[in-house]
């Protein structure tokens, strides 16, 4: 029988390990994160679902990893599989599966190497993104490609639905290649080392939005960060607004500079290029009263360094 060791989080850890269940992998030991009961988690957990199973299962601190190479050669592991694991995974570690060590990686690769994949996308405006399953080296997302599927990203979507369109990918993705894998019969084939192709993580502070920027700009940082990832956002005086949904319209502008204001029944935003946006859906947050969001009057919206500034003062 086929021995694997696991290390998964997240959608995609779920569905790896259930398809590598599924179709008779002795899975010896899973490797996974806590469960943050503070996090929006949209995912289902891993620990639950090898405890389900009855599959061991630990979740190691960063530094403790490298440690774990004894017992993982003591497993005797045919493959390590990595499943949206948040920690990229040391030599010793990878040198202990006797066939191979494979990644599930949330874009097609080499575009879009490194943390937040969906995220980065959506922001450069991606049309499509995908799911890869490669060997793993010691830099991350680098390694031979096996296999990878794509999907569409609508001018619609936000973070959420393409995410979930990659964890499907990925099943299918890692489901069709996992016999040949055992069999032995997969042609992996290098890839190219993009310089400008590495992204890292994001923070919540990266979701403040640049009104100078193009409407078509504003609008893809808005999906990109939309719940329950943190959200883009923009202060206004003594209040914040977080824009959670929002849409290009075909109308220009109505002012000179970046200006939120309600016209008709809608609330629109006028950006940097002369266009503007319509907020479908937000959340407004005053720490001093808690009073409603006022757009009686048109609200003249700063740049992130004015926004800074006026919020230290």
Not at 48 to 67: F, K, N, S, T, Y
Not at 115 to 129: F, K
Not at 142 to 157: F, H, R
């Amino acid at each position: 029988m086929t021995r694997a060791v696991v290390f998964a989080y997240h959608e995609v850890g779920c569905r790896g390990l259930a398809v590598l269940l599924d179709r008779g992998i002795d899975v010896a030991l899973v490797v996974t994160h806590p469960d943050d009961p503070e996090e929006s988690r949209w995912y289902g957990s891993v620990r639950e679902l090898a405890d389900r199973e009855h599959v061991p299962c630990i979740e190691p601190e960063q530094a403790l990893l490298p440690g774990l190479a004894a017992e993982l050669s003591a497993l005797a592991p045919d493959f390590l599989f990595s499943f949206y694991y948040r920690y990229l995974l040391p030599a010793p570690l990878l040198q202990t599966a006797r066939v191979g060590a494979l990644n599930l990686h949330g874009s097609l690769l080499p575009r879009y190497r490194g943390r937040a994949p969906v995220n980065w996308a959506i922001l450069r405006g991606e049309r499509e993104t995908g799911a890869s399953l490669h060997y793993m080296t010691e830099r991350a997302d680098a390694g031979a490609l096996v296999d990878q599927m794509a999907v569409p990203i609508l001018l619609s979507d936000q973070a959420l639905e393409v995410s979930r369109k990659v964890a499907f990918a990925a099943e299918l993705v890692l489901a069709r290649s996992l016999g040949p894998l055992v069999a032995g019969r997969v042609s992996p084939r290098p890839l190219p080392f993009l310089r400008d192709e590495y992204y890292g993580r994001r923070r919540p502070e990266d979701g403040r939005i640049d009104w100078r920027q193009t409407a078509l700009a504003i609008h893809n940082l808005i999906r990109a960060v939309a719940p329950p990832f943190p959200g883009a956002f923009t202060d206004c005086g003594p209040g914040r607004l977080w824009i959670d949904c929002a849409r290009p319209d075909p109308e220009p502008a109505r002012h000179s500079a970046p200006t939120l204001y309600r016209e008709g029944a809608g609330i629109f935003a006028d950006c940097g290029d002369g266009r503007r946006i319509e907020v479908l859906k937000y959340r407004w947050h005053r720490p001093d009263d808690g009073r409603p969001l006022d757009l009686q009057n048109p609200i003249v919206l700063g740049s992130p360094r004015e926004e800074n500034s006026h919020s230290r003062g």
